[in-house]
């Protein structure tokens, strides 16, 4: 079985992406021993690609991209207008990904991340579908991944379960779109993690591993024996990242829109360094 | 017989309180064995107080009330006329609970139930403290307790963890502001479902039992046996109540901001009942000290 490639997310390091910040973050990750690092989308136009694409391939680390749809980029709608400025976001996604070489585009690419006020009807489903059918044509034409993040309750009335998204997946029908399991989501709303895995089955493409309060690993309530457990039993091969957030890195529009009010960590060498020591653990553990 | 009063919540039967719904309610919640029933009152227009608290004496049965702030009468605001307008209704509440010949008046007292834009200001934690110091004594004069429900970051900025909580207590500064915790959004904000018991001890005044999902106790992944465990080790004795939602069930108004999305059940009497087995199960089984 080839062994499972570990990410980090950019948010750990920086809460955004200018020259001096995309070296940090990429030269941080590739220093402690990360395999890639996931870079939220940028604008094109605001960030030197190029020097991405540089710091990448001197640190010799992958990448992928990842996004949140907001609510004027939406797609889970029924409004023409706001779902066309959703389906040129997620475009310029893949572009991006492209551009920097990342085989992945995942994240809440289905709906907005926000706390809707309505339950999703059957009609922005169905304008959810048709959009992300043409945005993963266009990924795969680059060899790319489409990954669909489902979320908790408070931040999409779309997907937030595994089994929810397999039925959307299906009914999507394109071959390199993937299930995309967030633990730290899966724990509001899951009937367990290795539930959520064995609803997922062979359509689980990505893993974010996040704690229950979205913290240092290992300090929640999370089971994270038994998922790794059941990812060793089921073969999962696939990519892993190290997702955590705080106020001390982020910056105050993003710890809103997530509703971050306390500062978990402070130093992200510490808990990029702890999660990913934590993870090699669980992955032995559970193979042996 | 529990030594705690095991209460259910009335969205496990009905979505408002019109006095149909209302006699629903309580001829389920008895049917159930439960020993209270707590109503939300969010949908307080359509109740009609007298009848209800008629209908509970007739049935014997406990009442507790809850509600959540909105965000244009929410006392955690900086702005006065709002600030006014979330005291005006909590002492509203308050009137309506002792009207229904309950004791207990709790929830998200202090903010709006929703997702917030900015973290809380000094402003508006200082506005907090000082509408519920002058709602707590208004509630001592009449013998009775607010509760400070701990509730996840989804739904308000003011108090997302017990320690939260007790500073908040403690800034308010009177006897009868309890704690309130809720296993559900302890899921979310607490490292576990020990220690957060522990640091509140005594100052416990009300409990929710929900699971991860808030369906069918037990189909989760919630450790009660360690939430059980500590409530018997702090020696709590007060009200346990089950709280569930299900699309099913639905609150015009409630089920859009507790973003109920998802279908659990179908059946609420039927998870009534399973849930007060369960939860009589595990306070028997949390009493059973072996040295």
Redesign the interface.
């Known amino acids: 079985m080839a062994a499972n490639k570990l990410g980090v997310h950019a948010g750990v390091w920086v809460g955004d992406w200018t020259d001096e910040s995309a070296r940090f973050a990429i030269e941080s990750s590739a220093a402690l021993g990360y395999d890639f690092i996931e870079i939220p989308a940028v604008d094109p136009r605001e960030v030197d690609v190029a020097h991405t694409v540089r710091l990448l391939a001197s640190a010799g680390i992958g990448s992928v991209v990842s996004l949140a749809l907001d609510a004027d980029t939406d797609i889970n709608t029924e409004d023409a207008a706001v779902s066309a400025r959703g389906e040129a976001q997620l475009t310029a996604a893949v572009d991006f990904a492209r551009e920097i070489g990342a085989d992945y585009v995942g994240g809440v690419t289905y709906s907005a991340m926000v706390k809707y006020t309505h339950p999703a009807t059957a009609a922005s489903r169905d304008n959810s579908l048709a959009v992300l059918g043409r945005v993963a044509e266009r990924a795969g034409a680059s060899g790319i991944r489409l990954g669909i993040e489902y979320v908790n309750r408070y931040e999409s009335n779309l997907l937030n379960t595994a089994a929810q998204t397999v039925d959307f997946i299906r009914d999507l029908g394109a071959a390199n779109v993937v299930l995309h399991l967030d633990t730290f989501h899966a724990n509001s709303e899951e009937l367990s993690l290795p539930a959520a895995v064995r609803d997922a089955g062979p359509l689980l493409g990505y893993i974010h591993a996040s704690e229950s309060h979205r913290g240092l690993l290992g300090t929640g309530i999370l089971d994270f024996p038994a998922l790794f457990a059941e990812l060793a039993a089921t073969g999962y091969s696939g990519p892993i990242t190290f997702e955590s957030f705080s106020s001390a890195v982020l910056p105050r529009a993003t710890a809103d829109t997530i509703g971050l009010w306390r500062e978990s960590w402070t130093d992200p060498h510490l808990a990029a360094r702890e999660a990913l020591g934590f993870l090699r653990a669980q992955l032995a553990v559970a193979a042996s | 017989m529990t030594v705690n009063k095991l209460g259910v919540h009335a969205l496990v039967f009905a979505g408002g309180t019109s006095p149909t719904e209302v006699d629903y309610i309580i001829g389920e919640t008895k049917k159930a064995g439960y020993d209270l029933v707590e109503f939300s009152l969010h949908d307080s227009p359509q109740l009609d107080v007298p009848a209800a608290r008629a209908s509970l004496e007739a049935a014997g049965l406990g009442v507790v009330t809850s509600r959540g702030l909105s965000f244009t009468a929410d006392v955690s605001s900086d702005d006065s006329a709002t600030v006014a307008r979330g005291a005006a209704l909590l002492h509203e509440s308050l009137a309506i609970t002792e009207g229904l010949g309950g004791t207990h008046f709790t929830g998200a007292l202090y903010s709006a139930l ?7 200001s000094t402003a508006g934690r200082a506005n907090v403290v000082a509408v519920l110091q002058e709602l707590a004594k208004e509630a001592a004069g009449k013998g009775m307790t607010l509760g400070l429900e701990i509730c ?4 308000t ?1 003011v108090i ?2 017990a320690a939260d909580a007790l500073r908040l207590a403690d800034d308010i500064g009177e006897d009868n502001v309890l704690i309130h915790l809720d296993s559900y959004h302890m ?7 020990v220690r957060p018991v522990l640091l509140v001890g005594d100052r416990l005044g009300y409990v929710h039992i929900g699971e ?2 808030r369906g069918y106790m037990g ?3 919630i ?1 009660f046996a360690s939430f059980f465990h500590a409530l018997a080790d702090i020696s709590y004795t007060g009200p346990i109540t089950f709280e569930s939602f299900s ?1 099913a069930v639905v609150s015009p108004t409630l089920s ?1 901001d507790l ?4 279908n659990l059940w179908n059946d609420g009497p039927a998870l009534a009942k399973h849930a007060r087995e369960y939860m009589v199960n595990a306070i028997d089984g949390a009493s059973r000290v072996y040295r």
């Open positions: 929703g997702k917030y834009m900015q973290p809380l996840n970051r989804y739904e900025n997302n963890t899921n979310i904000e607490e490292d576990d479902f991860n999902h189909s989760g992944h450790d699309s859009n973003s109920i999305w998802r």
